[in-house]
């Protein structure tokens, strides 16, 4: 009998622990080979240049949500249903063609190396970040009230996302 409670037990507590769902869009754009040496020479210049309206560098965009479910059982209203959500885009320079001087594309494979590898970074902090929130809010316990338990999900996720966030800013 005792095992048959813990098996309920893991069944019911695992629509709680759902793991955090990760969307990413990686789309590239492509770089002009002609404009590539001036653009170098701007992105030493400053990072963040644009030509054109366009970014000539990885730049990166993310969105963490949460949503949930309140559920009462006898006096005890508890957060069920639990799901993260982290939405990451990282759009990557290429070139329309390949650099006509070996030195110059090696180099040029090297920054794209490092560019994406230092987006990677990004999307494991905002990960990091998102799954922190999640075990934030797993902690809730129940209420007596469902409408007290969904505002303060709602709220203390919210608080607990901008803490964690300064953290990484700081």
Known sequence: MKLYGLFIVLLTSSSVF?????????????????QLQNIFNKIIEDPEVQIDDQ???GGQTWKSTWKFSVRGHGRKCRLKNLKMQLA???????LDKPLANP???????????????????HKKIALE????????????RGFRSCDELEKLTWEHGSEAFNTILVKYLI
């Open 103 to 121: 030195s110059e594309q090696k180099a040029w494979e090297q920054y794209q190396d490092a560019l994406k590898k230092h987006q990677l970074g």
């Open 129 to 140: 970040i998102t799954e922190t929130v999640q075990t934030e809010l797993k902690a809730i």
């Open 18 to 34: 759902a793991k955090t769902k990760l969307i990413e869009n990686d789309k590239p754009y492509n770089i002009n080979v002609e």
């Open 55 to 57: 970014l000539f560098h």
């Open 88 to 94: 990451i885009r990282y759009p990557l320079p290429t």
